[in-house]
């Protein structure tokens, strides 16, 4: 099976200090450490299981700037067998939709049966899997927690939905899915792996390459526009439960089942 | 001395001349011995290299110490000494069973040295052997069949059979052995008695003097027969016992002292991850530690060998005691075992298979915390460590690495330190110290005498910040011109390593040295026994390093820290020994020493100290994996301090502070038991001039 997986670069909500800048335009940058999105670790390690169970390969693309390199290796040391960086100066201040039309031009020139994104990016809106499956009319599935190969025709996939429950469906291939974290755990990638692969070929398409008109994407295409940042206001005061451990957590039980957080 | 009855030797069984089986039984027994041991050493050929010949006279001390003197066996008691009678009884013995097998071939012969009346004091000497042997191995059957320890019990996760056969059938065998050298002697010795003739002295009481008087009445033929069916029943046991060892637990009679040897001689280190292999060559190696069996060394291996299944390493094995799938005694039988089985004595050599999955599970190579008490127990010197460290090498290369250890160990590759927090705010803690002067952050050409290096605990953990505040006003009173790396110091990487992450440890590891070197300190200082470790042992070309402790002792013999009487005279305290100070680096009585120093001060010992002191759980990476456990270290450890009479749990390492901090809270002992860090104490009662 042939295998695309998007992949972000984000900066890494866990080790970092979020502040938004003076201005309100955009989050501090300068102490920030960058690492693949979460989401999208998940959707690369079901691919190299499928891969591994039933053959076939995996590309990774990311679009962003020079850096995304870095995390495109990463996920080559994962597993994946080939990355592609979709990068080009005219990306810049792409929206969800016009990053969707660059990973569509480079779906195009290939031939993948299946192609997996995060469910969400750490920065994002949790937009580009359906956007992409729509431009290229395949079948979508968001959220996905279980996926089982059936042919190379179909597969089934489950989705996690309200109040913990499981839908399960059956899908044709090609299609897209979002990746929902949970679904397997992600092996480790260590130093040694990130060298192996660091003089690894790794082709960057940019607009030409890609046949994509710079006015459709970028600043100029974006149809959303970033307004405001802002760090909401501190709301009242939390309550802090008093006694021994035990009627502490027979008050939290109370409380909880008061509230319906519990039956 | 005339003889009434025919020897082995010149004997017939049933028209054959028993010489014969004399010649035929050693001939045999050897060969099938040698079959056995060449089987056997097919797996330690394929290992990999580790250097052990160097430090000859250390190693030839530690035979005689360890191997030889049987140095740790009485820490077991019972066992113990049961052992060293088996073992001494062994020495003295070998003697008479080689003489008897050369005997069956050339009648009355003795070895060089032994014919006059030498031998004849030999000869009582190893009728008193044979007899005490002969009760001891009573005894010990009597303690494994009856009694049945619990430290030799078999738990269903690790197997199903029970080894209680084993050790009870080998019992049996030297029971025989000795039973038949009495009946052979014993017959002879009777029928001489009742031809008027003179006989061997027999010491009233041994187990030859009985058989004699027992024998007395029993008619010559029949002696004749008792005679030789005594001789070849020895004969037999005593080859089948030598073919026997290879095959199990008793393979330690012949390997111990070799292994004794061989045995590690720098505690502390974890050996590199191939031997013979540069640092800057690593990243090229085509195999990263340990994933297959071939992939230990050939030390390893004979460390599996060597096993004797006392089960003492499990009983002190903390994360045994708390019910994590780990007993390092099953990591050598379950591994010894599979090497066997891998290397069958009859048909092929199986293809090897990958070790976790197969013969160990994740969870038991993660549950170690490096503590070191199963190596500090173990009789014959078999390592742990470093074969988990390897193991956990080759996980880390296959990307098997728990969830729960992924986000630090990203976060210490990005920002140097497992919580992911601000390079640059690495040395936040120092600003409010309290300090006459400001601790001085040693970057760009700043310099001082002392470092100290904080790491990364220390750095950002807000309780641990304490224990960085109280290093510097003790360093500052005992006039020390120090100072910090601050954002130029990255994580030690102790537990980087320990966790089998290699690679990222040399970079946290160069890092450091370039940074430290820059300083030009001509001494480094830290409070944190995994610091002090690493420093110590994983780092090489920096200052020398000690931990706080050391220089807290010497100023207080210098008269540079003065202290004040005991602040609560009614607290009892104790001191838990930090498994990187005390096992792994043998400070024990220094911080003892400090805590004595303060006037009045009442101070007892738990049961565990010492090179026996109890994990608290861990530390580094260890605060992040969630084990599977069935109660936590810590809690076990703070109900000993309470056991000892203890309100005062005093420590020397940053992560015992968390671990006992949490068990305090989670046992239910809030305001009952108190856990202080040895700076804290000494800032508390240093007088400040």
Not at chain 2, 12 to 32: D, M, N, Q, R, Y
Not at chain 2, 444 to 449: G, H, Q, S, V, Y
Not at chain 2, 635 to 658: D, N, S, W, Y
């Amino acid at each position: 099976m042939e295998i695309l997986v998007c992949v972000k670069r984000v900066p890494d909500t866990s080790e970092n200090e979020i502040e938004v800048n003076s201005d309100g335009t955009d989050i501090e940058r300068g102490d920030l450490v960058y690492s693949v999105n979460e989401w999208d670790n998940y959707a690369v390690e079901e691919a190299i299981q499928i891969r591994d169970k039933i053959g076939g390969s995996i590309t990774v693309v990311s679009v962003g700037d020079d850096d995304a390199e870095e995390v495109i290796r990463r996920e080559m040391a994962m597993g994946a067998d080939r990355g592609i960086l979709l990068s080009d100066k005219v990306f810049e201040g792409a929206d969800g939709r016009a990053i969707a039309s660059i990973i569509k031009a480079e779906v195009d020139k290939g031939k993948y049966d299946l192609i997996l994104t995060g469910a969400q990016a750490d920065d994002g809106a949790g937009q580009v899997g359906g956007m992409l499956a729509a431009m290229l009319d395949w079948p979508y599935a968001s959220l996905v927690n279980y996926l089982e190969v059936i042919d190379n025709q179909k597969i089934k996939v489950g989705r996690e939905i309200e109040g913990g429950n499981q839908e399960i469906h059956e899908i044709n291939l090609p299609c897209v899915l979002s990746i929902q974290t949970g679904i397997n755990e992600p092996r480790y990638v260590g130093i040694r792996g990130i060298r192996k692969v660091a003089s690894a070929e790794l082709p960057i398409h940019g607009a030409k390459e890609l046949g994509i008109s710079p006015e459709a994407v970028g600043h100029t295409g974006a149809k959303v526009q970033k307004v405001d940042y802002f760090v909401p206001d501190l709301g009242e005061g939390a309550e802090i439960l008093e006694g021994s451990t035990d009627e502490i957590v027979e008050q939290l039980v109370e409380l909880l089942k008061s509230k319906g957080g519990i039956k | 001395m005339e003889t009434v009855l025919i020897s082995p030797a010149k004997a017939f069984v049933i028209g054959i001349p028993a010489v014969i089986f004399s010649i035929l039984i050693p001939i045999v027994g050897t060969a099938v011995f040698t079959y056995i041991i060449a089987k056997r050493l097919a797996p330690i050929v394929k290992a990999k290299p580790d250097p052990r010949c160097d430090r000859v006279k250390e190693r030839v001390a530690n035979m005689f110490k360890y191997a030889i003197g049987q140095y740790r066996q009485p820490r077991y008691q019972m066992a113990g000494v049961i052992h060293i009678l088996i073992f001494a009884g062994f020495l003295i013995l070998s003697f008479r069973s080689i003489t008897l097998v050369i005997m069956g071939i050339a009648d009355g012969f003795a070895l060089p040295g032994f014919g006059g009346s030498m031998g004849k004091v030999y000869n009582l000497l190893k009728d008193c052997a044979a007899t005490f042997v002969l009760g001891t191995c009573i005894v010990a059957m009597v303690r494994r069949g009856i009694f049945k320890p619990e430290r030799y019990a078999v738990p269903p996760r690790y197997g199903k059979k029970d080894h209680t056969w084993e050790a009870i059938f080998v019992l049996l065998l030297i029971s025989g052995l000795m039973i038949g050298d009495m009946f052979f002697e014993g017959s002879l010795a009777a029928a001489q008695l009742q031809e008027g003739m003179e006989t061997e002295i027999f010491i009233p009481g041994t187990g030859t003097w009985f058989v004699v008087n027992i024998l007395r009445a029993v008619p010559v033929e029949q002696l004749q027969t008792i005679h030789l069916s005594a001789y070849f029943t020895h004969d037999i046991i005593f080859f089948f016992f030598l073919c026997f060892l290879p095959l199990g637990k008793h393979f330690h009679v012949i390997t111990s002292l070799p292994n004794v040897f061989f045995m590690k001689l720098n505690k502390g280190m974890v050996k590199p991850v191939r031997w013979g292999v540069e640092e800057e060559d690593v990243e090229a190696l085509e195999n990263f530690g340990v994933k297959k069996l071939e992939d230990f060394t050939w030390k390893h291996i004979l460390d599996f060998y060597t096993c004797a299944d006392c089960g003492r390493c499990s009983d002190q094995c903390p994360a045994n005691a708390v019910g994590r799938p780990l007993s390092p005694r099953f990591i050598s039988l379950k591994c010894r075992d599979y090497s066997f089985e891998a290397y069958p004595l009859r048909g092929e050599m199986a293809v090897s298979q990958p070790l976790i999955g197969n013969v160990l599970s994740e969870d038991e190579i993660w549950s170690c915390t490096t503590c070191g008490a199963c190596e500090a127990e173990c009789p014959l010197l078999i390592e742990y460590i470093d074969k988990i460290v390897d193991l956990r090498r080759g996980m880390v290369d296959e990307g098997t690495v728990p969830q729960s250890l992924q986000k630090p160990l990203r976060a210490l590759e990005k920002r140097g330190n497992p919580y992911g927090k601000m390079e640059r705010k690495r040395a936040d803690w120092a600003k409010d110290a309290e300090l006459k002067t400001p601790v001085k952050i040693l970057k760009n050409k700043e310099t001082a005498d002392v470092l100290y290096f904080a790491d990364s605990i220390t750095s950002y953990d807000d309780r641990i910040q304490e224990i960085g505040k109280a290093t510097a006003r003790i360093l500052q009173a005992a006039e020390i011109d120090f100072g910090i790396l601050g954002p130029n110091e990255k994580d030690s990487g102790h537990e980087v390593r320990r966790f089998g992450e290699e690679m990222l440890f040399m970079e946290l590891k160069n890092s450091n040295t370039e940074a430290i070197i820059k300083s030009r300190v001509k001494r480094i200082v830290t409070s944190d026994p995994h610091a002090f470790n690493a420093l110590k042992n994983d780092y090489i070309g920096i200052a020398p390093v000690e931990h706080i402790s050391q220089l807290i002792a010497r100023n207080i013999n210098a008269g540079k820290i003065q202290l004040k009487g005991v602040e609560d005279t009614e607290a009892v305290y104790t001191y838990h020994d930090p498994c990187y100070l005390g096992r792994h680096n043998d400070i024990y009585d220094i911080p003892r020493n400090v805590i004595d120093a303060i006037p009045d001060i009442k101070r007892v010992e738990m049961l565990k100290c010492r090179d026996r002191s109890f994990c608290c759980g861990g530390g580094g990476l260890m605060l992040f994996y969630e084990p599977i456990e069935e109660k936590r270290m810590g809690q076990m450890r703070v109900e000993m301090a309470k056991k000892a009479g203890a309100t005062v749990i005093v420590t020397a390492c940053p992560f015992c502070m968390v671990n006992i901090e949490d068990a305090i809270k989670t046992s239910g002992l809030e305001g009952k038991m108190e856990v202080i860090d040895l700076v804290e104490l000494i800032d508390r009662h240093m007088i400040v001039g």
